[in-house]
């Protein structure tokens, strides 16, 4: 699976947009983006996935560039309740689904 | 609310000690995988297991070991415990093998403490 790259930590007042960066410019054409966040100590919560084509859900959108080399995760309105850590992770969906978390982004909502 | 519940939330025990982590996944999902969390080590994949049989190993240890029965519940076990095993240990279930795209539900952890 292709590593990842993310800024360790990031802030955004609550209300505005919170833009997620994620580099992953090894990635090959059958990996996909996936997004998962970890608030405090719970377990992971799935947030959204995509393969070439930007993806919306009720809880974010996901922008993957067009050579797939990076991705933005977009929370459109952030609460306090979306401070967490922010994981991107590529996997190649073959035989095994094991995600491989990296170090992921510490997002700070503040009002 | 994931679906997925783990027992028990709070483990605290000694050096050299057996303990068994217990999971029960979402209602229909046929996987399971076990994941350790350490303050050193970060989230790493442990194990999985599809419909009872092993699908997928990670960095676990020997000491470890894990199953899946028949009513799909799965339970990971522990031996010979040392201070360095101290982590949130998750269960994530999903209703795939591993073909194609999937989500992975989490569990709210077992906490274990090894003194």
């Known amino acids: 699976d292709a590593k990842t790259t993310q800024p360790p930590s990031m802030d955004c007042a609550e209300g505005r947009a919170a833009n997620l960066p994620c580099n992953h410019s090894t990635i090959s054409g059958n990996e996909y983006v996936y997004w998962y966040r970890q608030i405090h100590s719970q377990g992971p919560q799935y947030i959204i996935h995509?393969?070439?084509n930007n993806e919306t859900n009720e809880m974010a959108s996901l922008i993957i560039t067009e050579d797939r080399k990076s991705s933005t995760l977009i929370l459109p309105h952030a609460t306090l309740r979306d401070t967490a850590v922010y994981y991107c992770?590529?996997?190649?969906?073959?035989?095994?689904?094991?995600?491989?978390f990296g170090t992921g982004t510490r997002l700070q909502v503040f009002p | 609310d994931s679906g997925v519940t783990q027992t028990p939330k709070h483990l605290i025990t000694a050096t050299g000690q057996r303990v068994t982590l217990r999971c029960s996944p979402r209602s229909g999902d046929l996987s399971v995988y076990w994941y350790q969390q350490s303050l050193d080590q970060g989230l790493q994949f442990l194990i999985q297991?599809?419909?009872?049989?092993?699908?997928a190993k990670g960095n676990i240890l020997e000491r470890f070991s894990a199953q899946q029965f028949p009513d799909l519940h799965s339970e990971l076990n522990l031996s010979s415990l040392e201070l360095g095993d101290s982590a949130l240990y998750f269960c994530a279930s999903s209703d795939r093998s591993g073909q194609g795209e999937n989500e992975q539900f989490f569990g709210p952890g077992t906490r274990l403490t090894v003194l």
């Open positions: 995509g393969l070439k």
């Open positions: 992770i590529v996997r190649v969906a073959i035989n095994t689904d094991k995600l491989i």
């Open positions: 297991y599809y419909n009872g049989e092993e699908r």
